[in-house]
Nanobody
Framework: QVQLVESGGGLVQAGGSLRLSCAAS????????MGWFRQAPGKEREFVAA??????????ADSVKGRFTISRANALITARLTLQMNSLKPEDTAVYYC?????????????????WGQGTQVTVSS
């Protein structure tokens, strides 16, 4: 059974930090590119950050570059994905989703990701 389970969301004041985690199991996720997306009310789901399974290279949306850091730790068949979010802004408020993609190249759009977590709410107050 494939599972991606996020944790770590919550309420924080502007300028604060949060750390999101995602535990992935049920596939050989150490061979999957993994990423974070977010969706605010009334908006489309948008790319936040991703990390390559093969090179460990990281990619960020311009809106979070320099403030967010994505990382991963791989076990034999599972993976743990982390998103460290610093200097949070009210516009970062959204439901954050962990996702996994088996594409050979890096994926930046939601349809390219096969597996998704249930999401965790991040709320940044001004």
């Amino acid at each position: 059974q494939v599972q991606l389970v996020e944790s770590g969301g919550g309420l924080v004041q502007a300028g604060g930090s949060l750390r999101l985690s995602c535990a992935a199991s049920g596939r050989i996720f150490r061979r999957y590119n993994m990423g974070w997306f977010r969706q605010a009310p009334g908006k489309e789901r948008e790319f936040v950050a991703a990390i390559s399974w093969s090179s460990g290279s990281t990619y960020y949306a311009d809106s979070v570059k320099g403030r967010f850091t994505i990382s991963r730790a791989n076990a034999l068949i599972t993976a743990r994905l982390t998103l460290q979010m610093n200097s949070l802004k009210p516009e970062d408020t959204a439901v954050y989703y962990c996702a996994a993609s088996s594409d050979s190249g890096m994926s930046y759009s939601a349809p390219e990701y096969e597996y998704w977590g249930q999401g965790t709410q991040v709320t940044v107050s001004s």
